[in-house]
Each structure stands twice: as structure tokens, then as C-alpha cells.
């Protein structure tokens, strides 16, 4: 049993840090180092974990994200999502994405790529930091002031380019411009040269627990095509809440 419960402590906490040494991931559960690699080297062998051998990091594994994935499946939004995800794609040519909230962070976890050569890609399971996601600042918008200041001190608001909301009142500013009009729009704020659209998907009690969005190089990606994508965009999040019970705000 304790083995066990070290186990899901170790994954729990390579979730919230990504990719991290077996010194400071140990630190982090408050485990010594050899008894934290003996539990990592179990949940390498099946699948839950993974080992880079050049940065000598461990990271949550295929595994992990099957067994979480399961959830998904369980509640039919990335199936039912799917038909929308493509139609969004074709209207506006741009690769669509699906990602939910899970602490913290965003969580990509469905996408339908476009036809164009320059194209963003997120792998399934792929993490991200909400205050420079799309999906994620549309998450945080449909959250109260103190939910996202609960947030905001577990991850911070580290910068990844020069356009992200690196403090907190350029943050809520945007925020609530994106909860007034029901979109959010990622400006380049996580990756130079890419620029992203979002909406939230709520469910049954209104609660916003995923996003759609769709993302492509700025080149494509013009002012005024923005303003048109933004209200597309919703109506789509809208259609995947209805179809899944859920309930509009």
C-alpha cells in the first residue's frame, strides 16, 4: 500500500512539473532519491514513466495518458467533439485543438490538423502553462478572482515570449475582456510566430472544464481575421456543450 501511494504521488507530481531530475522530483514528494527510483523504475517498466537518458529527466509516460484518457472516452467528449473539430478546421483552414483543465494546467487532448504545410501540433497529452494557452486563458476567465489566484501560485506566470501576461494585472485585464465577448485570443504569448483562438466547453452545471481552439502561424493569422475566427470559434465550444449535456452560462 505505501508503495503504491508513493507511486501516485510521484505521478501526480511529474504532471505538475513536467520534466524533472530524480533529485528534485524527489524533493518534491519529500522522498529520499533511492526510494523514489525504485518506485520510478516500476512505473518505467510499464509505461506510466518515462527516463530521457541525455537530460537525465523523468516524465509522465503513454501510459499515463491512456489511463487518463479513459475519463474522456468515459464522458464521449473527444468523440463527440470530433465532427465539430473537423467542420471548425475546414471553416477556418486552421488546425483545431481540444484540451481540458487538470491542475492548473491545460491538457491537449484531441486535435484535427489543417491541410496547410505550416501547421501548429500539440502530441496528445501535451501540458501547457493557462496564462499563455488560448484554451487556458479561456478557462481562467470563466474562473472567480480567487480560483485564479489559487492557480496562479501554483504555476506563476513565467514568460515565453515578449508577449506573454507575464504580471497579474495585464492577466485579469484579459481575462476580462475574454469573458465579455466569450473568446480568448493567444498572441504570440507562448510561441513566437503562432496565434491562437479559444473558447470554453462547459458542462452539465455550467462549469467550464475544457476548450477548443484553433491555432496557425501569425502570417495567417491577421487582426481582422482574429475578430471573425473569435465569434466561430465560440459557437463551436457551444454546439460540443449541447451535444454533451452540458449547460451555455
Not at 505550416?118 to 478557462?139: C, D, E, N, V, W
Request: charged letters at 20%; glycine letters at 8%.
Amino acid at each position: 500500500m505505501q508503495a503504491l501511494d508513493r507511486g501516485l504521488m510521484l505521478l501526480v507530481a511529474l504532471t505538475r512539473e513536467g520534466s524533472v531530475t530524480l533529485t528534485d522530483i524527489a524533493l518534491k514528494v519529500g522522498m529520499p532519491p533511492s526510494s523514489a527510483h525504485r518506485v520510478l523504475i516500476t512505473l518505467q517498466k510499464h509505461g506510466f514513466v518515462e527516463f530521457n537518458e541525455t537530460t537525465q529527466e523523468w516524465a509522465i509516460g503513454i501510459e499515463a495518458f491512456r489511463v487518463g484518457n479513459s475519463y474522456l472516452e468515459r464522458t464521449n467528449l473527444v468523440e463527440m467533439a470530433q465532427q465539430v473539430m473537423r467542420n471548425l478546421m475546414e471553416d477556418t483552414g486552421e488546425t483545431a485543438n481540444l484540451a481540458i483543465g487538470s491542475d492548473g494546467q491545460v491538457v491537449f487532448v484531441s486535435q484535427v490538423e489543417t491541410h496547410n504545410p505550416i501547421r501548429a501540433f500539440f502530441r496528445p497529452g501535451t501540458r501547457g502553462h493557462m496564462h499563455a494557452s488560448g484554451i487556458g486563458k479561456a478557462l481562467l476567465a470563466d474562473m472567480s478572482q480567487t480560483e485564479v489566484e489559487k492557480t496562479l501560485q501554483k504555476t506563476g506566470l513565467p514568460e515565453f515570449t515578449s508577449n506573454t501576461l507575464v504580471s497579474p494585472d495585464a492577466l485579469f485585464a484579459d481575462l476580462k475582456k475574454i469573458a465579455n465577448r466569450r473568446w480568448s485570443f493567444d498572441d504570440e504569448e507562448r510561441y513566437l510566430g503562432m496565434r491562437c483562438v479559444a473558447a470554453s466547453i462547459y458542462n452539465s452545471s455550467g462549469k467550464a472544464i475544457a476548450g477548443i481552439s484553433v491555432s496557425g502561424p501569425t502570417i495567417r493569422f491577421a487582426d481582422i481575421e482574429v475578430d471573425e475566427i473569435g465569434p466561430r470559434v465560440r459557437r463551436a465550444a457551444d454546439e460540443i456543450t449541447l451535444m454533451t449535456g452540458g449547460k451555455i452560462p
